[in-house]
């Protein structure tokens, strides 16, 4: 079972949208409001800059991403990032474990990023496989949820992606993986079912449930 981070585990919506607004001003350009911004969450930094200016250069690109990290790592170390569990999600990875799954990663975050996610949450440990957009192609490259089933030693046909954006469902598909959409995050429940979502749960308990439909369904 893979899941993706910022707006499945956790909403982290604020933060992201802050070190944004830190970057562009930095480099003279006009802030993204937030319902934008919140669309280009899970996409690798290089990749969300230039979907939100694809008239920039790659150059304006890079640096506008670099620009990103240092607000955020600024935001963290004056412990101004709140990245909260979403309601259920404790349960849920309980519940998960409880019925054998093994549980991976894959996100558009940095390797450090996460890390300080997940042990805040004390949840680092739960995870066989932790793969961030430090060592893949973006989102929704398979190459994530690719590594993600040979590090727990499983196949594309027993493994299933949960995510809440389009780019994670395109990637479940892209990698022959399940995809099931986090219908409390940031992309509506019909981008999710239009890029390849078998299903949308509604909430964190709902997703037990679609898994077992679609186990009873193969």
Known sequence: ???????????????????????????????????????????????????????????????????????????????QVEEPLFDGVLELLDA????GWLLAVATGKSDRGLRH???????????????TADRHPSKPHPSMVEQAIADA???PELTMVIGDTSFDMAMAVNAGATGIGAGWGYHEAKELLAAGAVA????????????????DGR
């Open 117 to 131: 996610c997940l042990e805040r949450h004390d949840i680092h440990a739960r995870f066989v496989s932790l793969q």
């Open 153 to 155: 030693g499983s196949t």
């Open 96 to 99: 998960l474990e409880r019925e």
């Open 200 to 215: 949308v749960a509604d909430r964190p308990p709902d997703v037990l449930t679609l898994i077992q439909e679609q186990i």
């Open 1 to 79: 079972m893979i899941f993706d981070c910022d707006g499945t585990l956790v909403d982290s919506g604020a933060p992201i949208h802050a070190a944004l607004k830190a970057s562009f001003e930095r480099n003279g350009r006009d802030v993204p409001p937030a319902a934008v911004s919140r669309r280009v969450i899970g996409l690798s930094l290089t990749e969300a800059m230039a979907a939100l200016l694809p008239e920039a250069s790659y150059g304006e690109h890079r640096r506008l991403a670099d620009d990103y990290k240092l607000a955020f790592s600024a935001f963290r170390a004056a412990g």
